[in-house]
């Protein structure tokens, strides 16, 4: 939560000094897809598809010196992705004899097959170094905010210390992490950008989560998983918000 408001802090602070100040900034729309996956170190026998989604939003840019540009974006993506893996672990096993029931500390191992289906409100901020006519290379810190989360799927799972013999077998055992996701996540950001035409530019960005998005006190996780996602966009600008004060000061600027 510190480092949100330190960068909605910086936010605010940029909007104002750019009130104030003559600069170039400029704004437009943005829309693309993504893929990736929610990932940890796999356990052995573990697989999973990378899921697609799409993109879209908007973004601010505030120009200064020749080759330097601060880019804010504030836009929607859909991270989805697909996984099977290997599950177990140490449960109690309720057996009723005559009558009685007797309660036996045992294990449970099976395979479980899941989806994500998470949908986030992203704002990064990019340094971007202008290197030649045409490309940009950026990089900065993202905070994404969980708008709705999803993370469902089935189990077969066998009840017994020996698989061969289990207590008890359950197919299709549905289940819902989906409450265990955190709301908040927290990624660095790379990228580079082509300018197309004088509107138009095609942005290549990589994120790497910084945290589990899973809740800290989650242990089924197995470990930390991170959000690593690859975005590629188009970018459309619409104009500058200080156009006047540049032609004037370009009018005003004696010619050799």
């Given at each position: 939560m510190v480092f949100a408001k330190l960068l909605i802090s910086a936010i605010i602070l940029f909007l104002l000094l750019s009130c104030i100040q003559a600069q170039k900034i400029a704004f437009g729309l943005k829309g693309g897809a993504d893929?990736?996956?929610?990932?940890?170190?796999?356990?052995?026998?573990?697989?999973?598809?990378?899921?697609?989604?799409?993109?879209?939003?908007?973004?601010?840019?505030?120009?200064?010196?020749?080759?330097?540009?601060?880019?804010?974006?504030?836009?929607?993506?859909y991270k989805s992705a697909s996984f099977v893996t290997p599950i177990s672990g140490d449960t109690v096993y309720a057996k009723t004899m005559m009558g009685n029931t007797?309660?036996?500390?045992?294990?449970?191992?099976?395979?479980?097959?899941?989806?994500?289906?998470?949908?986030?409100?992203?704002?990064p901020v990019f340094l971007a170094y202008k290197a030649g006519k045409k490309f940009n290379f950026l990089a900065g810190p993202q905070v994404s905010y969980l708008l709705k989360g999803n993370n469902t799927g089935t189990a077969d799972v066998n009840v017994g210390a020996d698989p061969n013999y289990p207590y008890t077998t359950v197919k299709d055992k549905p289940f819902d992490q989906s409450g265990k996701l955190n709301k908040w996540d927290y990624e660095v950001t790379c990228g580079v950008m082509f300018e197309a035409a004088k509107r138009l530019n095609f942005d290549l960005n990589f994120s790497y989560g910084l945290r589990s998005i899973y809740n800290k006190g989650y242990k089924n996780a197995g470990g930390t998983v991170r959000n690593i996602y690859l975005q590629l966009t188009l970018d459309f600008l619409l104009g500058r918000i200080n156009k006047d004060a540049d032609s004037e000061m370009k009018k005003n600027t004696p010619t050799q």
């Open positions: 893929t990736g996956t929610p990932y940890s170190k796999p356990k052995e026998g573990a697989s999973g598809k990378l899921g697609k989604g799409g993109v879209f939003g908007a973004f601010l840019k505030h120009e200064f010196g020749k080759h330097f540009n601060i880019r804010f974006e504030l836009f929607y993506s007797y309660y036996i500390p045992t294990s449970y191992s099976g395979i479980a097959r899941g989806t994500f289906k998470n949908e986030y409100l992203n704002l």
